[in-house]
């Protein structure tokens, strides 16, 4: 069974500014992925970034980028040149490819976005 | 491009009332598909999952139910609602390892 935890409730960043956000997993299976997603108000979960486990290159996506450490199971991702529309809640996720695509969830990470 | 649907968008139903939600997908062909449930300010809880037509597998043994008619219909029921129920319900998709959410359903069982 994987585990996903996100160990902070709430930041906050000023606008233009660089944050990070903590992940860290736990999975017995060699093969699988990660994701980042956000939830805006609108409650609509968007995929930001993805990462292959079996890849040692950083996933980086525009402004979004990730930090992967496979040997210590963690899975930051950092915003850089933080926008207002960047807030939101992130979520980090983790799927075996042995499981259907199922993907375990942290519990988010709630970001706001000072002008 | 692929979209996803869901329907409708806030529903408040009694308790012990049946229920239904509908999702389809358009723009791909034998996709995964995926309920979930959230909780207020919480992560996501994955409910049921179909790898085909008529394909369902229960994470969570609860009084909800799920079925796959068609190739790109995925639909939630329950025969009696309970007040725990009350929750946003979120559909996706998949064809590889990435998941695509639609916009949601807000269950308020009252």
């Known amino acids: 069974a994987q585990t996903v935890t996100q160990s902070q409730p709430e930041m906050s960043v000023q606008e233009a500014e660089t944050v990070t956000l903590s992940c860290t997993y736990d999975t017995s299976e060699s093969d699988y992925y990660l994701f980042w997603y956000k939830q805006p108000p609108s409650r609509q979960m968007i995929l930001v970034i993805r990462?292959?486990?079996?890849?040692?290159q950083n996933a980086t996506e525009n402004r979004f980028s990730v930090n992967f450490q496979k040997a210590a199971k963690s899975f930051s991702l950092k915003i850089s040149d933080s926008q207002l529309g960047d807030a939101a809640m992130y979520f980090c996720?983790?799927?075996?490819?042995?499981?259907?695509?199922?993907?375990?969830f942290g519990e988010g990470t709630q970001l706001t976005v000072n002008p | 491009s692929q979209t996803i649907h869901q329907w409708p968008a806030t529903l408040v139903q009694p308790v012990g009332s049946p229920l239904s939600l509908e999702c389809t997908v358009e723009?791909?062909?034998?996709?995964?598909l995926y309920w979930y449930r959230q909780a207020a300010g919480r992560g996501l809880q994955l409910l049921f999952y179909s790898v085909g037509i008529g394909q369902i597998s229960s994470e969570v043994p609860q009084n909800l139910s799920a079925s796959r008619p068609q190739d790109r219909q995925f639909i939630l029921s329950s025969k009696k609602l309970l007040l725990s129920d009350s929750g946003f319900y979120l559909c996706?998709?998949?064809?590889?390892?990435?998941?695509?959410f639609g916009p949601g359903t807000r269950l308020t069982v009252l």
């Open positions: 990462q292959e486990a079996y890849k040692q």
């Open positions: 723009g791909t062909s034998n996709p995964n």
């Open positions: 996720a983790s799927g075996e490819e042995t499981s259907g695509s199922r993907l375990t």
């Open positions: 996706a998709w998949s064809v590889g390892d990435s998941q695509y």
